[in-house]
């Protein structure tokens, strides 16, 4: 038996980021279980950022370098990928992850775009994919595409209608929304305008919803994405719920943006699409406030709320 199967982990992200700090904080406010959780980590970078209340246990993942805190480090890249490649290994009821460094990870020679393409490696199987959905209350956002370049972007219409089919199925077989509402952000400004400011809209947004709709799937046609988002801003605000369940947006800053700027701390990263749930802040490193004892635990404390 899987003494972590039911078991929340949580890895401390960059050792010379706020993770270790965050991490503390929010377990330190949260009095969670010690048998509920186990941390992968290092007591020297635990130790170097505050100090536990809780005796949970930590699996330790070697560092023998210097804690330097606010700077980028090939050996704190390693730190990272390591710490994500024991999670998996350990297959636990489900993950929480403080931020990590793109560009330390690169430096210790793992080329990934983040952390959900890392998970994806090491945990997917019969061809599942990792999708990256955010979460603040019951405004949902999800991206049709992840970490890449805006000149990268290559939308295909059975590509969306994957995303989607398993964006339904999450709904209703972990948030037991049975029929849920999504909402369609249009590619280009004002949905194309006909095809006058570009075709995406034409050729493969809608192509795609008509072949949802005939699956079932409640969705809308692709909408200006500039208003789309208003109502949902102002029903957070006002405590109401959303007029959609989920928003799907084609790219990282088209649906980010929105829901940060309402949400702020409140916002869950949330992986997807594979056997164990992800989640982790909605933020970075914050390397320039790293060992100063600044940062907030709000993030840290949504995204540990999320899997409970």
Do not use: W
Not at 2 to 31: F, H, V
Not at 133 to 138: G, N, P, W
Not at 199 to 227: S, W
């Amino acid at each position: 038996m899987n003494k972590y199967q039911n078991k929340i982990a949580i890895t401390t992200g960059d050792p010379n980021g706020i993770g270790a700090e965050i991490t503390i904080k929010a377990l330190n406010r949260l009095s969670l279980p010690d048998e509920s959780l186990v941390l992968i980590s290092n007591k020297k970078v635990l130790d170097c950022y505050g100090k536990l209340k809780g005796n949970y246990e930590i699996i330790e993942i070697p560092y023998e370098s210097d804690i330097r805190a606010g700077m980028v480090t090939k050996e704190a890249g390693e730190f990272s990928f390591r710490s994500l490649k024991k999670v998996c290994e350990i297959k636990p009821k489900a993950i929480v992850t403080a931020p990590v460094a793109k560009n330390a990870l690169h430096l210790a020679g793992h080329i990934y775009n983040g952390q959900t393409e890392i998970l994806q490696h090491f945990l997917s199987h019969d061809g599942q994919l990792a999708e990256m959905l955010f979460i603040a209350r019951d405004f949902r956002v999800l991206l049709l595409t992840r970490h890449c370049a805006l000149k990268c972007i290559n939308l295909t219409k059975e590509a969306v209608i994957e995303k989607v089919l398993n964006l339904r199925e999450f709904f209703i077989n972990h948030l037991n929304i049975v029929n849920p509402k999504f909402a369609l952000c249009g590619f280009n400004p004002h949905s194309g305008e006909d095809g006058i400011l570009g075709r995406e809209e034409i050729e493969i947004l809608q192509p795609a919803v008509n072949i949802l709709h005939t699956k079932g799937v409640d969705i809308t046609v692709p909408l200006p994405a500039d208003t789309l988002f208003v109502a949902a801003g102002k029903a957070f605000f006002a405590g109401e719920g959303c007029p959609y369940d989920c928003y799907i947006a084609n790219y990282h800053d088209q649906g980010l943006i929105p829901i940060k700027t309402v949400a702020g701390d409140e916002t869950v990263n949330m992986t997807i699409g594979l056997d164990i749930l992800r989640t982790s802040p909605g933020h970075g490193t914050a390397f320039d406030i790293a060992g100063k004892n600044l940062a907030s635990a709000e993030g840290m404390i949504s995204a540990i709320k999320a899997v409970l």
